[in-house]
């Protein structure tokens, strides 16, 4: 998703590119499920956004990984994908 958001006021605008999905995973976290991260939120960005946000930390090159056939499902269905990022 691209589009633009109000920056100070309502005729100054930016560009924003994807979206930043911050998820709650208090619950799994603070019982001590094994896979949840390292902190009770999680940061899950659009493919979009994970692209600019590597290009912003000095990646010059991004790459969607193709899943193959027999993928996790969500993978498959490119609710998650893998990236890879060269300098």
């Known amino acids: 998703m691209e589009g633009y958001a109000e920056w100070g006021s309502r005729e ?7 979206i930043l999905r911050l998820i709650d995973e208090s619950g799994e976290f603070y019982n001590q499920n094994a896979e949840t991260g390292a902190s009770p939120m999680a940061a899950c960005p659009s493919p979009r956004a994970l692209d600019f946000m590597l290009r912003q930390a000095g990646f010059r090159h991004t ?24 300098k």
């Not at 790459?63 to 890879?84: F, L, N, S, T």
């Open 12 to 18: 100054w605008t930016r560009p924003y590119h994807g």
């Open 63 to 86: 790459k969607i990984i193709e899943p193959p056939r027999d993928a996790y499902e969500q993978h498959g269905r490119r609710k998650r994908v893998v990236c890879a990022a060269y």
